[in-house]
């Protein structure tokens, strides 16, 4: 598997949001975006969370059953009202230096297609996705 890291393979050109930011802007990504996972970052350009449609859907059906407000109530009720609220908070990441088995050995156990790919100052890198490490090993332009 060559001796390359996580940051080599990772997709920098994607889309993220801020944690203060509202729902609507997930829509809006959700909408006009071919990404299932989107970061979550802090004022500072951390990486805090992941935000996905599983995150939209635990929030349209939540599993509490004191909280039988009906699909999308919490949003309009102002209970939740920005992406931090709604989001993944330990999100799925690798360092941009960890070797790709590594990365591809968490993907696996952990039955997932891509990670956050994350410098030693959790600062956004991009995503690591099981396509492009396919890619990479399997693909035509492979050395």
């Known amino acids: 598997m060559r001796d390359d890291r996580a940051g080599d393979l990772a997709v920098a050109d994607i889309?993220?949001?801020?944690?203060?930011?509202?729902?609507d802007a997930l829509l809006q990504l959700l909408s006009s975006s071919?990404?299932?996972?989107?970061?979550v970052l802090d004022?500072?350009?951390?990486?805090?969370?992941?935000?996905?449609?599983?995150d939209l859907l635990?929030?349209?059906?939540?599993?509490?059953?004191?909280?039988?407000?009906?699909?999308?109530?919490?949003?309009?009720?102002?209970?939740?009202?920005?992406?931090?609220?709604?989001?993944t908070r330990r999100p799925l990441t690798c360092r941009v230096s960890d070797p790709i088995h590594a990365?591809?050995?968490?993907?696996?156990?952990?039955?997932?297609?891509?990670?956050?790919?994350?410098?030693?100052?959790d600062t956004l890198v991009g995503l690591l996705r099981a396509r492009d490490?396919?890619?990479?090993?399997?693909g035509k332009d492979r050395p």
């Open 58 to 87: 635990r929030v349209l059906s939540p599993s509490e059953p004191t909280l039988s407000f009906g699909p999308g109530k919490l949003i309009r009720e102002g209970l939740i009202d920005t992406i931090e609220d709604m989001m």
């Open 43 to 54: 004022d500072r350009g951390r990486v805090v969370g992941t935000i996905g449609e599983p």
């Open 15 to 23: 889309q993220s949001l801020k944690a203060s930011d509202h729902p």
């Open 103 to 121: 990365a591809l050995k968490k993907m696996a156990t952990l039955n997932i297609a891509q990670l956050v790919v994350i410098d030693d100052n």
């Open 34 to 39: 071919t990404q299932d996972v989107f970061p």
């Open 133 to 138: 490490l396919f890619k990479a090993l399997f």
